[in-house]
Nanobody, 115 residues
Framework: QVQLVESGGGLVQPGGSLRLSCAASGSIFSTNVMGWYRQAPGKQRELVAEITSSGRTNYADSVKGRFTISRDNAKNTVYLQMNTLKPEDTAVYYC?????????WGQGTQVTVSS
């Protein structure tokens, strides 16, 4: 009942920046969690950042101080501002939406950090 569409991925040099966006549509409940996971080749999918509808955030230690998650509740959209990107940030980034026991995932957007 929830659809998620990501955008903003691409190729960037080390030290550069990208901003990812994820727009949710469908049956959106006012109280929810949205965030970003990433998965690199040969590795497990890991949490990058998440944000509640009230604005509480959690970040992976590897991105603290470099990435910022935010959301626009009126637009049902979550953003991930990624600064000082490193080659190890290269992965497919997936948006998610969670409400109680329900989880929904976007299709993924590729982020490649390389010189």
């Amino acid at each position: 009942q929830v659809q998620l569409v990501e955008s903003g991925g691409g190729l960037v040099q080390p030290g550069g920046s990208l901003r990812l966006s994820c727009a949710a549509s469908g049956s959106i409940f006012s109280t929810n969690v949205m965030g970003w996971y990433r998965q690199a080749p040969g590795k497990q999918r890991e949490l990058v950042a998440e944000i509640t509808s009230s604005g509480r955030t959690n970040y992976a230690d590897s991105v603290k101080g470099r990435f910022t998650i935010s959301r626009d509740n009126a637009k049902n959209t979550v953003y991930l501002q990624m600064n000082t990107l490193k080659p190890e940030d290269t992965a497919v980034y997936y948006c998610y939406y969670g409400f109680r026991s329900l989880d929904y995932w976007g299709q993924g957007t590729q982020v490649t950090v390389s010189s």
